[in-house]
Structures are given as structure tokens and as C-alpha cells.
Nanobody
Framework: QVQLVESGGGLVQAGGSLRLSCTIS????????MGWFRQAPGKEREFVSH????????FYADSVKGRFTISRENAKSTVYLQMGSLKSEDTAVYFC???????????????????WGQGTQVTVSS
């Protein structure tokens, strides 16, 4: 069983930065591809970013490309999402998710991720 715990959310002014962390526990934690998703009030959960198990491949939603950076430290079983130039529309609950599969297609598809964290709130004030 894999458990994910997010941290690092909070209130930040527009234009500011925030770093989210996701700690992975369980067997072979470093072998999972990891994704970040977010869900704003009244909206569906949407893809933000993905990183392969090795960290060699990263993917971003167009809405965050150039502003967010995903990374991982397998020795610490932790994945990060560095968020910069934050906008009010980035306000959401952010979730990390894990997949045991090497995704070639369907990276933004929630159904391809087997494990989810409880989420951390990010609020950007304008």
C-alpha cells in the first residue's frame, strides 16, 4: 500500500511563490510516476504536472508551464512542486498522485493514478 501526504500549502499574494511537498510511503516508493493535480471550488480536478519515476521526464499543463517546476528526491521519497508567479486562478486544493505504470499517453488522466493524497489548500490573494 502506498500513502501520500502533501504539505506546504497556504496563503500567498499574487506574484509570489510557494513550494508543495508530497511524501510517499510504502513499498518501492521511488518506482512510482508522480503527478500533481488541483481542484478549484465548483470545478473538476485538473492535471498540473507529472514526473517519471527517475525524474528524467516531466510534463506540465499549459496553464502552469514556465511558472511551476516539478522535481523529486527519491532518497527522501519526496516530490516537490515549486510554484512561482502565482495568480488568483491558481487557487485550489492541490493533490499529489502516484502511478505504478510508465505512462506514455494519458498522463493528465486521473484514472491512470492509483493512489492519492488528501490535498493541501493553496490560496492566492490578488
Amino acid at each position: 500500500q502506498v500513502q501520500l501526504v502533501e504539505s506546504g500549502g497556504g496563503l500567498v499574494q499574487a506574484g509570489g511563490s510557494l513550494r508543495l511537498s508530497c511524501t510517499i510511503s510504502g513499498r518501492a516508493a521511488s518506482s512510482y510516476g508522480m503527478g500533481w493535480f488541483r481542484q478549484a471550488p465548483g470545478k473538476e480536478r485538473e492535471f498540473v504536472s507529472h514526473i517519471s519515476w527517475s525524474g528524467g521526464r516531466t510534463f506540465y499543463a499549459d496553464s502552469v508551464k514556465g511558472r511551476f517546476t516539478i522535481s523529486r528526491e527519491n532518497a527522501k521519497s519526496t516530490v516537490y512542486l515549486q510554484m512561482g508567479s502565482l495568480k488568483s486562478e491558481d487557487t485550489a486544493v492541490y493533490f499529489c498522485a502516484a502511478t505504478p505504470r510508465i505512462l506514455i499517453s494519458g498522463i493528465p488522466d486521473l484514472k491512470n493514478y492509483d493512489y492519492w493524497g488528501q490535498g493541501t489548500q493553496v490560496t492566492v490573494s490578488s
